[in-house]
Nanobody, 119 residues
Framework: VQLVESGGGLVQPGGSLRLSCTASGFTFSTYGMRWYRQAPGKERELVAGISSAGGSTNYADSVLGRFTISRDNAKNMVSLQMSSLKPEDTAVYYC?????????????WGQGIQVTVSS
C-alpha cells in the first residue's frame, strides 16, 4: 500500500497550491479519502474529506470556502486545491484513506508533504 503526496512547497500569502495524492496497493474507489495537516507543536487536524464515490465532501471550518477536495477514481488520485492561503495554513499535509471493515476502521497514510505560506 502506498499513498504519495505531491505539489507542496513555498507560497506567498494569498496564493494557491494544489496537492495531489496517488494511491496504489488497495481498491482506491472503495475508500473514503481525507487530507490532514499538522503544524509544529500542534495536533494533527482533519482538513477535508471526500466519500468513496466523490459525492460527499466535508471541510474544517478554517478552510471552508478556500480549499476544495476532489478525487479521480480512474487515476487513483485525490487532490486538494488550496486558495487564499494564509500563514496559519503552514503545516505538513497528509493524505489518508479509510474504510469501515467489520468492526473497525482500516486506514492508510501518506508520508506527508510540507506546505509553507510565507512572504
Amino acid at each position: 500500500v502506498q499513498l504519495v503526496e505531491s505539489g507542496g512547497g513555498l507560497v506567498q500569502p494569498g496564493g494557491s497550491l494544489r496537492l495531489s495524492c496517488t494511491a496504489s496497493g488497495f481498491t482506491f474507489s472503495t475508500y473514503g479519502m481525507r487530507w490532514y495537516r499538522q503544524a509544529p507543536g500542534k495536533e494533527r487536524e482533519l482538513v477535508a474529506g471526500i466519500s468513496s464515490a466523490g459525492g460527499s465532501t466535508n471541510y474544517a471550518d478554517s478552510v471552508l470556502g478556500r480549499f476544495t477536495i476532489s478525487r479521480d477514481n480512474a487515476k487513483n488520485m485525490v487532490s486538494l486545491q488550496m486558495s487564499s492561503l494564509k500563514p496559519e495554513d503552514t503545516a505538513v499535509y497528509y493524505c489518508g484513506a479509510r474504510q469501515w471493515v467489520g468492526a473497525k476502521w482500516n486506514e492508510y497514510w501518506g508520508q506527508g508533504i510540507q506546505v509553507t505560506v510565507s512572504s
